[in-house]
């Protein structure tokens, strides 16, 4: 065992005794390396959203802790993750955002690939003139393909790709919200905003799962939908988060509203859902329009938080999708110096990790306890690998 374990016992018991993860799960680089390996390469973790590709052939490369990856909509209209590198010298493909006209070409010696990762050319690969040769066979010889899964349009990947399928993974979830099974309408440029935040990821998902601080941190939202209204949500070992039984529709000068989801169901007139997917994904649904965020680590102390708003039908406008982007930055922004706190609080030597209310703070126990297990669990592979 190396010596960078933690000791994740405590976190492993009953509310009324557990403390939180320890000060090491924020702070220090070499638990921020296991973490990648046991929390985000081995489950689904979010990558982007399906609306940064809208069209066959858009190509956007990414980094997903310092893997570099792309992602594209194939010629069909799929949605494919690869990773962003030539098979020949490992030269990135592709540096900034952009139509791929025919194939993807490396701009080192000129090897090109489909958009479904087939290698298709290797110009002068057997010497001048002869783009062949029979060592290089380009069957075996594709992009490499990271897994990946498309649900409420943010693009899942599974790096290692021995997780269960997405659709197993998550069943219960996809179940809790058949109602809002139909079509997501991203709502363009002005319903997408990054927030880059000094904190640990994990400290931005702790702070969704729960409606503890809304009366301090959310006076404006608490003001209508109250600590009291609320509700929590729990599915252990795969989400949990929060629900309100009042929900306020934002109207524009004229009372106008955005249009509903079809057939949502009465249940939803009121009501809404704010899930933490674990590990880095934050949703939300109400009866007229969805978000997602999708949390990017960027080291122990920092995160970009990607957010993108979504309607039950396209240009649905009135001036009412401006103006809900920014009530929802707003809110997203009221978090930003408590998530910062706590990072901060991260380099008190003596903090034990907290303890937590039996009564208000299951849901972001849960997460804690998530995040032990499968730690656990990927330490147990490790050691018997040895």
Known sequence: MTQNVTDLSNVRVGIDAANGLPNAHYIDENVFAEERNALLYRQWAGLAVAADVPEPGDAVPLEFLGMPLLLIRD????????????????????????????????????????????LVSTPHVGGPGQNTHEAIKRD???????????????VWINVSGDAPAFEDVHADLIRRWQDFEKPLYH?????????????????????????????WVHPGLNSYSRLEDHYH????????????????????ENGETFPD?????????????????????????????AFAIVLEPQ??????????????????????????????????????????GMQKGRHADMFDGGRFSPVMD????????????????YRGMAQAAE
């Open 261 to 289: 989801f079809d057939d949502v169901g009465a249940k939803w007139n009121e009501q809404a859902e704010y899930i933490a997917v674990y590990p880095n994904v934050l949703l939300g649904v109400h009866r007229d329009h």
């Open 187 to 215: 709502g363009g440029a002005d319903s997408k905003f990054t927030l880059e935040v000094a904190t640990n990821w994990k400290l931005a998902v702790e702070n969704y799962c729960e409606s503890y601080h809304l009366p």
């Open 140 to 154: 075996n010889l594709g992009l490499n393909e990271v897994r990946s899964h498309v649900w409420r349009d943010v």
């Open 362 to 377: 299951s849901p972001t126990l849960m997460f804690h306890q998530w995040v032990a297990e499968k730690i656990d669990t």
């Open 75 to 118: 010629k069909d209209g799929d949605v494919r993750v690869f990773q962003n590198i030539c098979r020949h010298r490992g030269m990135i493909l592709v540096e900034e955002p952009r139509k791929i006209e025919g194939a993807i070409r490396c701009p080192y010696h000129s090897w090109c690939y489909s958009t479904k990762g087939k």
């Open 299 to 340: 080291g122990t102390e920092r995160t970009v938080e990607h957010v993108h708003l979504y309607y039950s039908v396209p240009n649905s406008d009135g001036g009412l999708r401006d103006r809900n982007a920014r009530l929802w930055k707003t809110v997203f922004e009221e978090d930003i110096f408590v998530v910062e």
């Open 233 to 252: 949500i729990e599915e252990p070992g795969r989400f949990s988060g929060q629900g309100t039984m009042v929900y306020r529709q934002l109207t524009n």
